[in-house]
């Protein structure tokens, strides 16, 4: 089970905008399975408006902390949408989470040959 903590700056988080959020980054918990067992997986993100004046360029942007025994992964977007920043971060998370996995594995091998 993953805990999550959501935070927002000069953003309003709306019901709908907070269950997008938790049922994107809640796939994320398949991927996380060897340390959700352990109930060690904390997931620290913050929606943010960059500006308030902004009328074209990126506007919004969505950061991820999510924080394993030892380590933190982390991811940042920024897009014109709210939803789309959520759904970029998302895809910068999975590649940090399969990097650190590889990481893990190729250690795991070379200390048993």
Do not use: C, Q
């Amino acid at each position: 089970m993953i805990k999550f903590n959501l935070k927002s700056t000069n953003l309003d988080i709306t019901p709908s905008l907070e269950n997008y959020f938790e049922t994107k980054i809640g796939g994320l918990e398949r991927f996380l399975k060897h340390w959700s067992k352990e109930g060690a997986v904390e997931v620290w993100a913050e929606l943010a408006r960059t500006t308030k004046h902004h009328h074209k360029g990126d506007v919004f942007r969505a950061e991820l902390d999510v924080r394993l025994p030892g380590k933190i992964l982390r991811a940042e977007a920024k897009a014109e949408d709210a939803r789309r920043a959520i759904d970029l971060s998302r895809v910068k998370m999975l590649g940090e989470i399969k990097k650190y996995k590889t990481k893990i594995l190729k250690s795991r091998y070379l200390n048993r040959v």
